[in-house]
């Protein structure tokens, strides 16, 4: 072999090797991020469905389910006006920008999702912040019904409701790589 054709394949093989591990860490990346959604999309589920059931609403008429809120609906949310200015007007941004636009102070996130007993999706906004131990802390600050629920105290007074008493919040662990996942219960 002529010592040309030894210096190609070297650098083939560093470049095969290169691509290896960009596809790894791309599939890896993405794991991560679909737990997430998943994680993210059950822990707004939760949040809602406690507040509904504190407000004596009916959750499952409300589309406050498995099937209502999905990776899909997250995926739409996150594209959606109002959360058009978390994300500088960018279309489709991931998951990941917004859990990164959260280390920043008082970002409100606006989540929909349908129901067959209404003609237009229904909103949540949570407040998405980090806690000083690196945990994601989801706060649901109010419902819209469609009509306006105050929910977090924060959120004052609305349409002549008063907000509940108690914050209707979570916490989620960030682990390695930045996954996403909730608290075993107390024992």
């Given at each position: 072999?002529?010592k040309?054709?030894?210096?190609?394949i070297?650098?083939?093989?560093a470049?095969?090797a290169v691509?290896?591990?960009?596809?790894l860490?791309t599939m890896?990346n993405?794991?991560?991020?679909?737990?997430?959604?998943q994680?993210?999309?059950d822990?707004?589920r939760?949040?809602?469905?406690y507040?509904l059931?504190?407000?004596?609403?009916?959750?499952?008429?409300?589309g406050?389910t498995?099937?209502?809120?999905?990776?899909?609906?997250?995926?739409?949310?996150l594209s959606?006006?109002?959360?058009?200015?978390i994300?500088a007007?960018?279309?489709a941004?991931?998951l990941?920008?917004?859990?990164?636009?959260?280390?920043?102070?008082?970002?409100?996130?606006?989540?929909?999702w349908?129901?067959?007993?209404?003609?237009?999706?229904?909103?949540?906004a949570f407040?998405?912040?980090?806690?000083?131990?690196?945990?994601?802390?989801?706060r649901l600050?109010?419902?819209?019904?469609?009509?306006?629920i105050?929910?977090?105290?924060?959120?004052?007074?609305?349409?002549g409701?008063?907000?509940?008493?108690?914050?209707?919040q979570?916490?989620?662990?960030?682990?390695?790589?930045?996954?996403?996942?909730?608290?075993?219960?107390p024992?």
């Amino acid at each position: 072999m002529r010592k040309g054709n030894s210096g190609f394949i070297v650098l083939m093989l560093a470049a095969v090797a290169v691509l290896s591990y960009l596809l790894l860490t791309t599939m890896a990346n993405a794991d991560v991020d679909a737990r997430n959604n998943q994680v993210l999309v059950d822990t707004f589920r939760d949040l809602v469905r406690y507040a509904l059931l504190k407000t004596n609403r009916d959750f499952v008429k409300l589309g406050v389910t498995p099937g209502g809120f999905t990776a899909d609906a997250l995926t739409s949310s996150l594209s959606a006006r109002a959360n058009a200015g978390i994300f500088a007007g960018r279309t489709a941004p991931p998951l990941s920008a917004l859990l990164q636009k959260a280390r920043e102070p008082a970002l409100v996130f606006h989540f929909y999702w349908t129901a067959s007993t209404a003609r237009q999706p229904l909103e949540a906004a949570f407040a998405l912040s980090y806690e000083p131990e690196d945990d994601l802390k989801v706060r649901l600050l109010w419902l819209g019904l469609p009509e306006r629920i105050p929910i977090s105290p924060s959120a004052g007074v609305i349409g002549g409701l008063k907000p509940l008493e108690e914050a209707v919040q979570e916490l989620l662990r960030v682990l390695n790589h930045g996954q996403l996942a909730p608290y075993p219960p107390p024992a």
